[in-house]
Structure formats: C-alpha cells, structure tokens
C-alpha cells in the first residue's frame, strides 16, 4: 500500500482537529503525522524486516511470541487510530485540545485500543471529542464503565436513556419496571439489575427514589418539551422520580447515546405525576 492512500489529509482539517492529533501524538505515541496517517501497511512493512533478523536471530518459539506481539500491536494502532478518525467530525469550533490530562489520554487509550467494534468505536470516539470540546466532561471512572461495556450493554443504556427527563440533571424515569412501555423497548428488572451491575446505575425496586426539598413551581423537560410541575405546598415538596438514579458514570455517559423519546411517555409520566397530587403543564 502506498504511503499517499491516507485516510485524512491533514491539511484539509480544522485546527482543532489538528491540535487533537498532535495532542494524542505527544501523549500516547505517534498516531498520525502530519501529512497522512499512519497506515497498517507501515507496520506491515516494518514486521517483515524483524521477520528476516528473526529468522537469523532467535528460535522459533521467540518467532511466534514476535509475530503475535507484531499482530495484537497492529490491531491496537488500528483501533486507536479509527477512534481518533472517527472522533474528528464531533469536535466544535471552539475545541481546545490542548486542554486534555495527558493522564487521562493515555488512561483512555488503554481502555479502547481493544475496541474493534465499528458501533462501540463510535462511543468511544465521541468521549474523545467531548472530552476535547469541554476538558473535565467524563472521568476516568466513566471511561473505566465504559470498557467494562460491551455492544450488548450500549444498546440497552442506549434504549434506557429513551426516557431520560432533565430533573436537575439527567434522569431516566423508570416508574415500574414491569409496565409495558418500558419492556415493549427491552427495559425489564433483569435489564436494570445488569445495568446496575456494571456501574451505571442504582436500581430499588422496592421503594423507589424521591426528589425532596423542591419549590413550589419547577420546570422539567423531556428532550425538546419542557414541562411545568405545580405542589401543593410553597416550599419542601417531594417528587417520585422512579426506581432508578445514575451513577456519575452513568450522567456522564448518557451524552454519548443517540436515543429518540419514546412515543407517549410525557402522558404516562404526567398520570403517575398526577396521581401524587402533582400539577402538570405541558408547555
């Protein structure tokens, strides 16, 4: 393979992205130079030329450890570099890069240059991106969730975060577990409990979790609709808000779903609110 079939021109690429580059570059190793990135034909090339001091050089069991080593490399550069490719379209203007913890580069890093998965790699490019756009929005803890997550357990975050209101912060509203508008979409006890398992999560099904300590009138909102909630009292009013909270992982990670609200969950929600004497407005 020619060393001109690169994947991304530099030169055509917004300083951000280029920043990134050069960023990731200081901080983990050469990725990407600065006129093309570094292609598997590279490592390619230069494995054939260990090959031939090996044959000479060592035994063939240390030839198969060498190769191996070779080869696993090669798929980590690779999974680095496609991440990197594929975080660059979600940088903004404003992107500062150079703002990034080399700490946290190379703890992220470590986690997904295992990531082969073209969906999984999307997650992941989009923490680098979000992390390049806002420095401090996801933790190590976060990241550390994240590689513990396989496509499986994305997806059903994913289907989760359908019925994620803003109550303050993110808040998926899980009423009762065993209604249908939740299982029709996958989300079941068994689900919750797995979810939890895996540190995004805290699921009580028994009792469920309580908002305390609200004003007389707050605004809530379920992706683009905003919706007006009304107690009885003028100060210290309480609201059920289900039988889940996220984890700070979890908050962090719910900006990297691409989830779509679920078709009649503001009426269910309003009913439930409603039964506890809540009044609900939707704006």
């Known amino acids: 393979m020619s060393q001109n079939n690169s994947v991304i021109n ?28 570094k292609r598997i034909a590279n490592a390619e090339a230069e494995a054939k ?3 031939t001091i090996a044959d000479i050089e060592v035994q063939e069991l240390q030839k198969r450890a060498l190769r191996r080593f070779i080869k696993e490399e090669t798929i980590k550069q690779k999974n680095i570099e496609d991440i990197t490719a594929k975080a660059i379209p979600e940088l903004s203007v404003t992107a500062n890069p150079r703002e990034i913890e080399n700490d946290w580069l190379l703890h992220f890093f470590d986690k997904c240059k295992i990531v082969s998965d073209e969906d999984m790699q999307k997650f992941w490019a989009k923490i680098l991106a979000g992390e390049a756009n806002t420095s401090g929005s996801y933790s ?6 994240l590689s513990l997550m396989n496509k499986n ?3 059903l975050f994913e289907r989760l975060c359908k019925f994620s209101w803003k109550i ?25 409990t797995h979810l939890d398992s895996i540190g995004l999560l805290t699921f009580n099904n028994l009792t469920g979790y309580i908002r305390k300590g609200l004003p007389k009138t707050i605004i809530v909102s379920y992706f683009d609709k905003k919706v007006k909630l009304e107690f009885q ?3 210290d009013n309480r609201l059920s808000v ?3 909270l996220l984890s700070q992982a979890g908050a962090e990670l719910v900006s990297v779903c691409s989830s779509q609200p679920k078709e009649g969950f503001i009426d269910y929600v309003k009913g439930k609110w409603e039964a506890g004497k809540v009044v609900v407005n939707i704006l």
């Not at 030169?11 to 200081?26: C, F, R, W």
């Not at 190590?140 to 969730?145: G, W």
């Open 10 to 37: 530099l030169g055509d690429l917004s300083k951000p992205a280029t920043v990134l580059i050069e960023k990731i570059s200081e901080a983990v190793g050469e990725i990407f130079k600065p006129y093309q990135i």
């Open 153 to 155: 357990d994305a997806n």
């Open 49 to 51: 030329v260990i090959y």
């Open 168 to 192: 303050g912060g993110d808040c998926p509203l899980v009423v009762e577990c065993r209604d249908s508008i939740y299982n029709e979409d996958g989300i079941n006890f068994s689900v919750l």
């Open 233 to 235: 009292k003028e100060k």
């Open 242 to 244: 289900g039988q889940i």
């Open 140 to 145: 190590k803890r976060a990241i550390e969730v």
